[in-house]
């Protein structure tokens, strides 16, 4: 026999424990020190209306990952969703990612795709040849005028800092369109599973050599040396009792508030306003269009810098992190059978389609 020791039930170690319960000579142990599995993809229905409700925000698959989309559905039904985001500026609602409707909107003008690909061109600032930060990447691809609007107020609501201090990456997230096409994602795969996440994760780990023990927090004082092998998806530097420091996060919370109806008409309407002190609202019945209900329940998003006990989100990896992250992982280099796996404890902004991806191709070396 042997023992595996999985420290998360989120989607990496939800996916390692499923994939090493096919073998029956595997037992493994999942801890969680929530008192649910799922980590921040739970899902739940709302008391007060029935709305399938995702407790930490709103999360639609989407992957271009064939392996992955055709894996999930072995524990859901993937109803095909496609994230339509409105964003408000200034006193009117524009079209999110960016489009040929937001340019047009924004400039008061009908320009074709060929058109508004000149024009765009035009206000580039295309001096900058590899954009080291967030804010260039922007100017360098929309220009200052839309960078401003739709970015920089958003951005630093969000993140807590100039958009000079950010990765690019981070806006390489977005896709810029020439057409009407307002998808908010560009993967080729995309859904929300009909029963909720949580339904996934139940299936996932049900197994009779699968052990789940909630309300559990490891600490550095277990002792891992009786298990084969541990996966540790929680954060990397608590791994270590931050002995190199602390990683910064951001955290966003959410004010819930309930109403008859219908209250904005789409899923999410971000708001791009500076002075608005919220960067998003969520109506979370618009998520499974196939549902009815009278009533909805819809979710305010602030953002914030973590303190001691907040759910940590996403990783900032300023630099100053990313000096601190190399020490933490020169220490994991030197450790043997124990993985480190998925968001927190690789520190990187992962969606879910990466980490199951990542988990997968983990397994098949492992
Ligand atoms: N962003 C923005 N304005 C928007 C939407 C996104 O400035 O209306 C920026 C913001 O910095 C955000 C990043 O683009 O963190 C990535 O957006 P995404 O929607 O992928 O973020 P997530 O849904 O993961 O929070």
């Known amino acids: 026999m042997k023992k595996y020791l999985i420290i998360g039930s989120g989607f990496s170690g939800a996916v390692i424990a499923e994939q090493l319960s096919k073998n029956p000579e595997n037992h493994i142990t999942v801890v969680d020190d929530r008192n649910h599995i799922g980590g921040n993809c739970y899902t739940e229905r709302d008391p007060e209306t029935n709305v399938m409700v995702h407790k930490y925000g709103p999360h639609i ?43 047009n909107q924004f400039f008061n003008k009908t320009m074709k795709p060929e058109e508004a690909k000149v024009f765009i061109e035009s206000i580039a600032k295309k001096d900058i040849e590899e954009p080291q930060n967030f804010e260039e990447q922007a100017m360098k691809f929309i220009g200052e005028d839309l960078y401003k609007a739709f970015f920089y107020g958003y951005t630093k609501k969000q993140w807590g800092c100039e958009p000079t201090e950010l990765p690019a990456s981070i806006l390489k997230r977005l896709p810029v369109r020439f ?3 307002d998808n908010y994602y560009a993967n080729p795969y995309q859904g929300i599973p009909r029963d909720g996440y949580t339904a996934i994760f139940e299936k996932m780990l049900d197994a009779s050599n699968i052990e789940v023990k909630l309300n559990t927090k490891f600490d550095s004082s277990w002792d891992l040396s009786e298990y084969d092998h ?8 608590a791994f270590f009792d931050y002995k190199y420091g602390r990683l910064s996060y951001r955290t966003v919370y959410f004010e819930k508030s309930v109403t008859e109806g219908d209250y904005q008409g789409n899923p999410v309407i971000n708001y791009a306003d500076p002075e608005v002190p919220y960067t998003r609202v969520h109506e979370h019945k618009h998520f499974t269009p196939w549902e009815q209900h009278d009533k909805t329940a819809y979710f305010t998003e602030f953002s914030k810098e973590t303190e001691e006990n907040d759910i940590p989100y996403y990783p900032k990896r300023l630099k100053d992190d990313m000096e601190k992250l190399s020490l933490y992982e020169d220490e994991v280099k030197k450790m043997d059978k124990i993985s480190f796996v998925g968001r927190l404890a690789t ?3 992962m969606d879910m389609h990466h980490v199951i991806g990542e988990a997968l191709e983990l397994i098949k070396k492992i």
């Open 179 to 181: 057409n009407y096409n």
């Open 230 to 237: 541990v996966f540790y998806s929680g954060p990397i530097d």
């Open 347 to 349: 520190y990187r902004y």
């Open 61 to 103: 698959f989407n992957t271009d990952n064939k392996e992955v989309w055709d894996y999930i559905q072995n524990f859901c039904e993937m109803v095909p969703f496609v994230n339509r985001v409105k964003s408000v500026y200034k006193g009117n609602v524009y079209s999110m990612p960016i489009n040929l409707h937001t340019i």
